[in-house]
């Protein structure tokens, strides 16, 4: 089955402090992989995906297919990334179905 | 400027009055989709569409239909809402195989 996991609900660091946001995934086949974000009264976006390799505002995410993770990772954490924070697969059969996991809130302490 | 909307933004409503929820989009994008959104359950897709009268069954269809009568436009409809569909909708939009923009969200209350 198609599943996405976030082991934690909520991650707390202080400012400065490296950052890593588990994600887990299962499927049969090769996935598409996302992290979305959404901070306070915004609307949910998109923050990277696992083909274009970049890094946006300083996060990276490799997929490594071997662990079947795809982690969000930060060296060092601002107050302003405090937000809800998201992975999604994407079915690549040509269909577009996602599946989200449920999310962590991560919280940076001043 | 490129919007994705949902009307209403909040309702409360009671159990078995049917109830469409609009989405619409002013960015020419060919697939649309919707979530629910749920404390510690995080999104799931609903239904989603890959072009006008082409709709498809996401995660938790169950209780809900869809209609893509026209590319802008992707309602949601609840033909007897009850109280376990109190949530927070999210409609969202994709061109190709590009990113999803999301709507600013409909909560729901049934009572």
Redesign the interface.
Known sequence: AQRVT?PE?LLSVFKGAPVELKCNYSYSGSP?L?W?VQYSRQ????LL?HISRESIKGFTADLNKGETSFHLKKPFAQEEDSAMY?C?LRSTSG?????????TRLKVLA | EAQVTQNPRYLITVTGKKLTVTCSQNMNHE?M?W?RQDP??????IY?S?NVEVT?K??VPEGYKVSRKEKRNFPLILESPSPNQTSLY?C?T?QG?Y??Y????TRLTVT
């Open positions: 976030q609900k598409e996302f979305y609307r949910l976006q998109l995906r998201y999604a269909t577009y179905k996602y599946i989200f996991g449920t999310g | 697939y989709s979530y510690g359950l995080g999104l799931r897709q989603y890959m498809d996401g995660d999210f969202a994709q195989s990113e999803q999301f709507g600013p969200g």
